[in-house]
């Protein structure tokens, strides 16, 4: 069954979240997977054990507790984010399995434009030099999962100096911009989604739903 990939450009954080919650509670056997493809405006999000005490100083930036796994985050402009809701019984995943295709997939982007990249076992994520490049958060309900990964592709880095991202204080933080890739959200989705597709196992031929999926002006 050929996943459905969705471009939901910029949106509001919880009502996106929520919509997750509502797909993942209704969905059934026969539902397709789909992959939503998106920005948020900025917001910090905690997991649901995280300590507050990581967010530093919020400001102006609102702070929503999630039911997502890991510590605090930042979403913003110039910030991929793609949010897999895929019936891990249908492809037979497990939790492991799952994180390690979504960071499989992230390093191979990076490979394809020159940077060496990996994962550490004990934080989630990609890592390019030591500082972090992209984030995952999942929350596994009914067999599925929701939440899933932010790729930092050209951002305003400032806000991550606010909090201990993931719960690290010093944590080194960059984007695709400083590591001398240039892309737009939709170019890195684009790039990013087949290899999603692959390393999850989902069958179907994506390219043309993505054509048709994200506007060239996104």
């Avoid at 039911?67 to 984010?81: A, E, K, N």
């Avoid at 990249?117 to 004990?122: C, G, I, L, M, S």
Wanted: glycine fraction near 10%.
């Amino acid at each position: 069954m050929t996943p459905i990939v969705r471009w939901l450009g910029c949106v509001e954080y919880e009502p996106t979240w929520r919509a997750m919650q509502r797909f993942t509670e209704e969905r059934s056997a026969d539902t397709a997977d789909e992959l939503w493809c998106l920005s948020h405006p900025p917001v910090f999000t905690l997991g649901m054990n995280a300590d507050p005490a990581h967010v530093l100083t919020a400001g102006d930036i609102p702070v929503i507790q999630t039911d997502r796994g890991g510590q605090v985050t930042y979403h913003g402009p110039g910030q991929l984010v793609i949010y897999p809701l895929i019936d891990l019984r249908r492809i037979g995943f497990g939790i492991r399995d799952l994180v390690s295709a979504l960071e499989s997939a992230l390093i191979a982007v990076l490979a394809a434009h020159g940077q060496t990249a990996v994962a550490r076992r004990d934080a989630p994520g990609v890592y390019v030099a030591g500082a972090k490049v992209a984030s995952i958060g999942l929350r596994i309900r009914r067999g599925a999962c929701y939440h899933g990964l932010a790729l930092n592709v050209s951002m305003d880095l400032a806000p991550f100096m606010r909090i201990n991202p993931c719960g690290d204080a010093g944590l080194l933080i960059t984007d695709l911009t400083r590591l001398g890739i240039k892309m737009s959200v939709a170019d890195a989705a684009r790039a990013l989604v087949p290899l999603l597709c692959q390393a999850l196992t989902l069958p179907g031929e994506i390219h043309a739903q993505l054509a048709g999926a994200i506007p060239n002006d996104a």
